[in-house]
């Protein structure tokens, strides 16, 4: 059998398998194992254990439970309220001002979980209400947050960014970097759109709010700014080349569990177990997955798969950008059905050396690819924040989530064409501060 | 009864892992303590919080079953009938433990590899090898008691 139908044939098969319910990660490990159990016989089934735990066994993939933890921490406690109150008192008299302290909310909030429902859910429950009492349609309030809240896994620290990292063997200090500017751009994007569909509908930007006094203002600010200070930290820390990754997420990850605790006395042990208990399953959850797509590449690579689809992709000899789009089209339909960590370590293997080949930075594809998944998030049928927002807000159904959505979907898609057109906007502020990748 | 049973020795082995994820923390933030502001070296701090964390998530795998958070596409199976829905359950939850019990016993082989020939990590701290591969065969071996346990419940559901 050729290595291309072989691949096509572990596909369909894991595939099938993921239809009809099996947990992603063990999925994965079936069709490997079997595959390699059909070609190389019983024996390899001692390489089981030794490939999934050293898959594992990494520092860089510390980082993911401690910047989970840092998330879940921020997420159970009131942050994203102060947040967004914080960000709403200075901000409402600016024309437009709510829809600005919400998407700057969302972004900010993006930043310090990591998570894009978790995002969609600390400043959509302020946000939501708030936006429709002012007279704001459902769908443009529900829409705005949920396209909002997938800046999480663009804007750093971003889990999926690590995982792309520790995928491919690119370094998560610059793909942190290359991230910032396209996730400030899409932000900007979503909020000129916001105020230009209520200009459109007659709503009128002058906010309807009370005043607040600028010792209100500065109120405010005292529980918001520890946080904004971790972000930082870290990001110096990243970049200045101080620490690793996984040291910076620990750091933070336990001045972030400190701060709930003080600013928000989050002391008792039921609520320290919640944040536990939910870092334990979200961590449990992806590195399962990541011991288990170790073997499924090793598998594609001992079918040749990864090396012929290669080989294949560069004798149809398209144009770039003509392969950009397929790519692009390709992960669109993987994330519709896939969560963002699955699609990226199940296909990084196979698409980074095709996207080498045609001449592209893994950085800015690493952005580009991160948008796909946020698209990803805010449409059917897995569209996770869509079902957080239902949830939050049960006045708002679910098709006017999608109606209000569907716009967002297009402020991506728009990104995505002006990353193509100008890279700079992922590959400069990496580039300055870290110098030319090699 | 077997079912009560393997719950509670799932919930034992969650609380594991969230007392390793919690070690993690602390012992990474005293290895950059050493590092960067005493600027002294460290022995054993990598190695542990890398092991640690690799228990924690075989440790709280049969916990993550427990409460249903080992991630799936459930968009076929949740729309469809519930007599196929049973089967096709069956048949995933089947193939899950296929490779569960595959791994668990591939991984007690490189267990015990590790122990007889007293293999040790090749660093300062010379960690006995079998300590931190221990965690695999047995947090995935109680997953798959789990999964055998989560197979009872949807059989009892169904009567």
Redesign the interface.
Known sequence: MSPLLAGLFVLVCLLALLAIGTPIAFALGFVSIATLIIVDGWDVVSILGETFFGGLASFGLVSIPMFILMGSAVASSNAGKDLYEALDRWLNRVPGGLVLSNLGACSIFAALSGSSPATCAAIGKMGIPEMTARGYPKEIAAGSIAAGGTLGILIPPSITMIVYGIATETSIGRLFLAGILPGLMLTCLFMVWTIYSCHRQGIGLDALGRRYSMAERFQALPRVIPFLLIIVGILYVLYGGVATPSEAAGVGALFCIILVMIIYRMWRVSQMSQIFRDTLKESVMIMMIIGASELFSYTLSVLFVTQSIAEWIASLAVNQWVLMAIVNLFLLVAGFFLPPVAVILMTAPILLPIIIQAGFDPYWFAVVLTINMEIGLITPPVGLNLYVINGIAPDITLSQILRGSLPYVFCMVAGIVLLCIFPGIALWLPNFFMGPAL | MYVRWVDRLSQAC?AV??IL??A???V??Q??FVR?ILSASTVWQ?EF???A??A??FL??P??LL?K?????????GNARSGPKFY??L??DL??L???A??A???????HEAWSGGWTTDTVWALPLWI??LP??LGIGILCLQYIAELIKAWEARI
């Open positions: 969650g892992s969230i994820i919690m993690s923390v602390l990474v933030s290895m950059v960067y990598t919080v890398i092991y964390l690799v924690a998530t709280g795998s916990y993550v409460h958070g080992h991630v799936n596409v459930d968009l076929l199976i096709l359950k048949l995933a193939i899950a296929a490779f569960c595959l791994l016993w591939s991984g007690w082989e490189h267990f931190p591969l695999l065969p």
